[in-house]
T-cell receptor
Framework: QKEVEQDPGPLSVPEGAIVSLNCTYS??????FMWYRQYSRKGPELLMY????GNKEDGRFTAQVDKSSKYISLFIRDSQPSDSATYLC?????????????FGGGTRVLVKP | DGGITQSPKYLFRKEGQNVTLSCEQN?????MYWYRQDPGQGLRLIYY???????QKGDIAEGYSVSREKKESFPLTVTSAQKNPTAFYLC???????????????FGPGTRLTVL
């Protein structure tokens, strides 16, 4: 079983719809949970991160963590064509040396005007 | 502007040749990382360095080598021993590496390597 799993998509939605993205993870010791956005042929950029369980909101983006289910989610409200990108969940192993990140495979999102 | 630069953006090499990918940062970060990205597989860690003159293997180090002679620079060499080198290579850096909290990794624009 992979440490972090993510549906590859693609996920196609009309402009204005809510985009729902999910990842599952296997290690219950994980504490931080990140979402990166990657535009085509570019490097990823950190979108949001959460610590432990609960919700975090930033503008149109909401990140949720359910540690009991080992499940993390990212919601994008009022989606725009500019949100078309690949979204990667990532989990750092902070107690291990190196600040290493384990990434999900990424979900490609296409928002159609 | 502070950031991470990678060059070249596109690189072609013949089978059997070694090739070196450049990564430079002016963020004064101690830690630097190299990842490989294949379609549908996310990013996989090749090597990382927490400090100058020190580096460790990541999850897929076979066929790769690195050096860290300067804080700003962390070049990656893809050797002929790497069986499937065609991929998108990403360099990242962070203020530190490890500890009690996570240090955000900032990514460069990437180098797309194609083996002909």
């Amino acid at each position: 079983q992979k440490e972090v799993e993510q549906d590859p998509g693609p996920l196609s939605v009309p402009e204005g719809a809510i985009v729902s993205l999910n990842c599952t993870y296997s290690n219950s010791a994980f504490q931080y949970f990140m979402w990166y956005r990657q535009y085509s042929r570019k490097g990823p950029e950190l979108l949001m991160y959460t610590y432990s369980s609960g919700n975090k909101e930033d503008g149109r983006f909401t990140a949720q963590v359910d540690k009991s289910s080992k499940y993390i989610s990212l919601f994008i409200r009022d989606s725009q064509p500019s949100d078309s990108a690949t979204y990667l969940c990532a989990i750092p192993a902070i107690k291990a040396a190196g600040n290493k990140l384990t990434f999900g495979g990424g979900t490609r999102v296409l928002v159609k005007p | 502007d502070g950031g991470i630069t990678q060059s070249p953006k596109y690189l072609f090499r013949k089978e059997g040749q070694n090739v070196t990918l450049s990564c430079e940062q002016n963020l004064n970060h101690d830690a630097m990382y190299w990842y490989r990205q294949d379609p549908g597989q996310g990013l996989r860690l090749i090597y990382y360095s927490q400090i100058v003159n020190d580096f460790q293997k990541g999850d897929i180090a076979e066929g790769y080598s690195v050096s860290r002679e300067k804080k700003e620079s962390f070049p990656l060499t893809v050797t002929s021993a790497q069986k499937n080198p065609t991929a998108f290579y990403l360099c990242a850096s962070s203020i530190g590496a490890g500890g009690s909290s996570y240090n955000e990794q900032f990514f460069g624009p990437g180098t797309r390597l194609t083996v002909l």
